[in-house]
């Protein structure tokens, strides 16, 4: 696997690290896979499967406002389309055109409604439990976490065994545990802010919005593949064929014993579906470039 570096970026004002990887001489390249995390997470949830693709890919996975090691300042606009326009603007500012997308979690609408607003920077998209939603009602943890009050209560009371209970109940082949105790460290006040932020301004997950993004992205018939972790309490996996609607070249894999986190509870298996996916993305379009003079 290959060695990923961590760079600190600024946009508009908002501290994000990126974690950063490639071939030699990629660290130009305006095409690169853009790795996206949800809710818990930071870009530190992809190294590993990042660092399977960065030997033929220049690969990006930057830590979102309010999560990881990013700024988290209480005035940024912790909804979907905020967080498409500071992925749009961490994009231009790095010089990426040409995107593969790797998205999770919330990481999904995030990144596809940046879709929707630069179709033509997109090049391919990978769902890891995640994706366009019709019809979706918030899990349970969302439901509490829109309350107020009873969201406050509930993430400033919560301790690490509860945590490691939850992304057990989450992930019935276990996740690791420096990745859980990472998680927990990093949900500090700011991220809780933005949690709450966040869900809150997310009224209707399953509504018009589907329908919006999936008109606009289904023209584009972009290659897509969807990684779906059967036993997910959050999100259910009769949406990864639901995908299909939107993406129709979709290739859709369920995995019948990860959960939420497939990538990190099965890895090898996740790696052993996108890699081969991206390099088919990639590497042709190497090949038909014009060799520099």
């Known amino acids: 696997m290959a060695r990923l570096t961590q760079r600190k970026v600024s946009v508009n004002?908002?501290?994000?690290?990126?974690?950063?990887?490639?071939?030699?001489?990629?660290?130009?390249?305006e095409e690169a896979v853009v790795f996206v995390h949800g809710n818990p997470g930071s870009g530190r949830d992809w190294t590993d499967l990042a660092a399977q693709v960065a030997p033929f890919a220049r690969v990006l996975a930057p830590d979102m406002p309010g999560f990881g090691r990013?700024?988290?300042?209480r005035d940024f606009n912790y909804t979907v389309e905020g967080y498409a326009?500071?992925?749009?603007?961490?994009?231009?500012?790095?010089?990426?055109r040409r995107v593969h997308l790797v998205l999770h979690d919330f990481g999904g609408p995030w990144g596809i409604v940046w879709g929707t607003l630069e179709p033509y920077h997109l090049a391919s998209i990978t769902l890891c439990n995640t994706g366009l939603l019709p019809g979706y009602r918030w899990h349970v943890m969302g439901r509490l976490w829109r309350t107020p009050v009873v969201g406050e209560l509930l993430l400033a009371t919560q301790t690490r065994p509860a945590f490691?209970?939850?992304?057990?109940?989450?992930?019935?082949?276990?996740?690791?545990?420096?990745?859980?105790?990472?998680?927990?460290?990093?949900?500090?006040?700011?991220?809780k802010h933005a949690i709450r932020r966040l869900y809150r301004a997310t009224g209707d997950p399953g509504g018009p919005m589907n329908t919006v993004a999936s008109s606009?992205?289904?023209?584009?018939?972009?290659?897509?593949?969807?990684?779906?972790?059967a036993r997910d309490p959050y999100i259910p996996v009769r949406y990864a064929e639901i995908q299909?609607?939107?993406?129709?070249?979709?290739?859709?894999?369920?995995?019948?014993?990860s959960g939420h986190w497939p990538f990190a509870d099965n890895?090898?298996?996740?790696?052993?579906?996108?890699?081969?996916?991206?390099?088919e993305q990639i590497e042709p379009?190497?090949?038909?470039?014009p060799a520099a003079a």
């Open 244 to 257: 299909r609607e939107t993406f129709r070249r979709a290739k859709v894999a369920v995995l019948p014993d």
């Open 85 to 96: 326009i500071h992925l749009s603007a961490l994009l231009h500012q790095l010089g990426i």
């Open 285 to 289: 379009q190497r090949s038909d470039r």
């Open 13 to 29: 004002g908002v501290d994000c690290p990126v974690l950063e990887g490639g071939p030699a001489g990629s660290e130009g390249s």
């Open 164 to 191: 490691r209970l939850a992304m057990r109940l989450a992930n019935p082949r276990g996740l690791p545990r420096e990745m859980v105790d990472r998680m927990y460290d990093e949900m500090d006040a700011g991220t």
């Open 216 to 229: 606009l992205l289904r023209p584009l018939d972009l290659p897509a593949l969807v990684v779906w972790g």
């Open 70 to 73: 990013a700024a988290k300042p």
């Open 267 to 279: 890895p090898q298996a996740v790696a052993g579906l996108v890699v081969p996916f991206l390099r």
